[in-house]
């Protein structure tokens, strides 16, 4: 037997049989003479020549988007920390979260993300309207964020005022023996 053939066996059976490995003797051998010839990339193979429009992960896009818009509101050259900062980063992470959502329904562990980043987003320009009014009214109009300004507590009548009050319950429980 030829020292290209190998012996394998088939499941369960005693039987051996011959595969072939390596090179026949019919196989070509590159050459000297062959050394001149181009190598065919993929793309030619498929006939394409601007083939350079492949699809970019939105991942990529929003991370590109996220720099553009940190760039925008950072208040001086190496700001990382302000609110219109990190407000302008999640806004953008929020919006790519939310098409993911839109794209993958079941996924409950980035809406969970989701819902906390919301809710940070919030906080943040919570403080931000607290501490400046202008620069919160300038990052929300600039972000095109619905964000409901944090107001005084309201007393209990002004929160409950508009509906009607409990019936009174006294002494209605004597009365039943």
Known sequence: MPSYLLLQPQCRTSAMKPIAV???IDDDIAT???AGEEIISAVDLDGEEGAG???IPARFISAQR????REQHRRHETDTGSPEYQVAGMT?????LTQHLKDHPKDFSTRRGLVALVNKRRRLLNYLFREDEQRYADIVGALGVRHRVPGAIASK????GRFPGQKSTK???????
């Open 92 to 96: 953008e992470r929020i919006s790519h």
């Open 53 to 55: 429009d492949e699809a």
């Open 66 to 69: 996220i720099q553009e818009l």
């Open 171 to 177: 002494g209605k429980s004597k009365n039943k023996k």
């Open 157 to 160: 009548e002004d929160k409950y």
């Open 22 to 24: 390596g090179l026949a």
């Open 32 to 34: 000297e003479e062959d």
